[in-house]
T-cell receptor
Framework: QKEVEQNSGPLSVPEGAIASLNCTYS??????FFWYRQYSGKSPELIMS????GDKEDGRFTAQLNKASQYVSLLIRDSQPSDSATYLC?????????????????FGTGTRLTIIP | GAVVSQHPSWVICKSGTSVKIECRSL??????MFWYRQFPKQSLMLMAT?????????EQGVEKDKFLINHASLTLSTLTVTSAHPEDSSFYIC??????????????FGPGTRLTVT
């Protein structure tokens, strides 16, 4: 079983609609959760971070976390063509002293999202 | 703020040669930097974690003698791919975490370096 699983897509959503991206993770000690957007040939850009159960909203983006179900999601409202990208889910585990880099981000394989004008 | 740069942005080298990639935190100090590799249509895979002034910690399956990491200062980490082969061709991305913000959960990513070995 992969540590972080995402539907690879592609996911096609009409412009103006809501895009829903999902992610599940296997390590119950995961403590922090992130959504990154990656355009082709570019490095990841942080979109949202979430640390506790529930919803977190930032502009058109809402992240949802359910630790009991080991599930994270990202909703993008009023989808724009510029939102077309691959979205990576990442989970972080921290152990020991952060001063010594005792943390690890594990990424999913990403969901390719296409917004159709 | 929180800008991470990488140099070069792309490099082409011949098989058997070595390539050095630099990762710099431009406006903050980073005790810890991370090196990732991404093959086409795959996700980022952590290669190693480097701490300023100490040896890097490599992930399982990553050859430490082939991928030399040096984190000599709080703003610079280097990755040297030694005796590069075509299978080392990939997108190498570094990230850094700000030293004063130990509770921050955000790693700042560099723009990446695309390595092609011919």
């Amino acid at each position: 079983q992969k540590e972080v699983e995402q539907n690879s897509g592609p996911l096609s959503v009409p412009e103006g609609a809501i895009a829903s991206l999902n992610c599940t993770y296997s390590d119950r000690v995961s403590q922090s959760f992130f959504w990154y957007r990656q355009y082709s040939g570019k490095s990841p850009e942080l979109i949202m971070s979430i640390y506790s159960n529930g919803d977190k909203e930032d502009g058109r983006f809402t992240a949802q976390l359910n630790k009991a179900s080991q599930y994270v999601s990202l909703l993008i409202r009023d989808s724009q063509p510029s939102d077309s990208a691959t979205y990576l889910c990442a989970v972080r585990v921290i152990w020991g002293d952060l001063n010594f880099g005792n943390e690890k981000l594990t990424f999913g394989t990403g969901t390719r999202l296409t917004i159709i004008p | 703020g929180a800008v991470v740069s990488q140099h070069p942005s792309w490099v082409i080298c011949k098989s058997g040669t070595s390539v050095k990639i630099e990762c710099r935190s431009l406006d903050f100090q980073a005790t810890t930097m991370f090196w990732y590799r991404q093959f086409p249509k795959q996700s980022l895979m952590l290669m190693a974690t480097s701490n300023e002034g100490s040896k890097a910690t490599y992930e399982q399956g990553v050859e430490k003698d082939k991928f030399l990491i040096n984190h000599a200062s709080l703003t610079l980490s280097t990755l040297t791919v030694t005796s590069a082969h075509p299978e080392d061709s990939s997108f190498y991305i570094c990230s850094a975490r700000e030293v004063r913000d130990l509770l921050s959960y955000e790693q700042y990513f560099g723009p990446g370096t695309r390595l092609t070995v011919t």
